[in-house]
């Protein structure tokens, strides 16, 4: 099928400021995860010892180093990761983020940090922390994938399935798998509602790391799954010569921590 032709970048101009919804992307992600995680701080009863890792009204303050990690980090990490050779001779483009470029990678170890320091700050537990990231950020996930479908960025290969998308910007104008809506349903609405059962309905919460541990392993098993039909940076291209591609490789870091803190999170301890 044909790319919508109302679905467009930008979202609204203010005079010459254009206001795109990629941005508003993640405003929305961090307003309404900030919210959400409002009502889990709230409900003692759900973490460990029913102390959540920081009061409720706290989490507005973090809301501002959230977004201070997830823009340093996944500034950063896409300059690392995904075109260094460039930023090295044009260092001056690395602040540029208007020009796009964001590494989710980079992103998650910069909120992760944000949520370490502020957790230890009000002398919280650090897992716990982690935990209350692990049940918010898949709603950032879910619509910056949804930005990503409306910016016609970041799409797959070629496919006969009915609901193909032939994108705008494709030169080759085939219909291809529309990889940015397989993220947001597997990284976001799946993930989103797997974890909100387990942190509402279960004692999860109670085991410190479990939850971010379950969000770590979901990430990258759907990461992975997805890369397989969506084309690499043009830059990088497959590593080795082969399938792999960068956000694989980086997400099986991701992988084994989740496992680990999940491992961890369900050791016996004393008394069990």
């Given amino acids: 099928?044909?790319?919508?032709?109302?679905?467009?970048?930008?979202?609204?101009?203010?005079?010459?400021?254009?206001?795109?919804?990629?941005?508003?992307?993640?405003?929305?992600?961090v307003l309404l995860g900030s919210a959400y995680a409002v009502t889990l701080l709230a409900r003692h009863g759900l973490w460990k010892d029913n102390q959540p890792p920081f009061p409720a009204p706290a989490m507005w303050d973090f809301a501002f180093w959230a977004v201070l990690g997830i823009v340093v980090g996944g500034r950063l990490g896409y300059v690392?990761?995904?075109?260094?050779?460039?930023?090295?001779?044009?260092?001056?483009?690395i602040v540029s983020l208007w020009d796009g470029g964001m590494s989710f990678h980079g992103g998650?170890?910069?909120?992760?940090?944000?949520?370490?320091?502020?957790?230890?700050?009000?002398?919280?537990?650090?897992?716990?922390?982690l935990d209350l990231l692990g049940a918010i950020s898949t709603i950032g996930l879910f619509l910056g994938r949804l930005a990503n479908f409306i910016n016609a960025e970041l799409w797959g290969s070629?496919?006969?399935?009915?609901?193909?998308?032939?994108?705008?910007?494709?030169?080759?104008?085939?219909?291809?798998?529309?990889?940015?809506?397989?993220?947001?349903?597997?990284?976001?609405?799946?993930?989103?509602?797997?974890?909100?059962?387990?942190?509402?309905?279960?004692?999860?919460?109670?085991?410190?790391?479990?939850?971010?541990?379950?969000?770590?392993?979901?990430?990258?098993?759907?990461?992975?799954?997805?890369?397989?039909?969506?084309?690499?940076?043009?830059?990088?291209?497959?590593?080795y010569g082969g399938w792999l591609t960068m956000g694989m490789l980086l997400s099986v870091p991701i992988l084994i921590a989740g496992l680990g803190l999940v491992f961890f999170a369900l050791r016996p301890s004393r008394g069990e």
């Fill in 80 to 93: 690392l990761f995904y075109n260094l050779p460039y930023y090295l001779e044009n260092p001056g483009a």
């Fill in 1 to 29: 099928m044909q790319f919508p032709d109302f679905l467009q970048p930008v979202a609204f101009a203010v005079g010459p400021v254009e206001i795109r919804w990629y941005a508003l992307a993640y405003l929305a992600g």
């Fill in 108 to 129: 998650l170890v910069g909120i992760v940090l944000a949520m370490a320091l502020f957790t230890r700050f009000h002398k919280g537990n650090i897992l716990s922390g």
């Fill in 158 to 239: 070629p496919t006969d399935l009915p609901w193909g998308v032939i994108f705008p910007n494709d030169p080759e104008g085939l219909p291809r798998h529309p990889t940015q809506l397989y993220e947001a349903l597997l990284e976001g609405l799946l993930l989103f509602v797997l974890i909100a059962l387990l942190a509402r309905g279960t004692r999860a919460l109670k085991r410190p790391g479990l939850i971010a541990g379950i969000f770590g392993i979901g990430y990258a098993l759907s990461r992975i799954f997805v890369e397989f039909f969506r084309l690499p940076d043009i830059q990088i291209g497959y590593l």
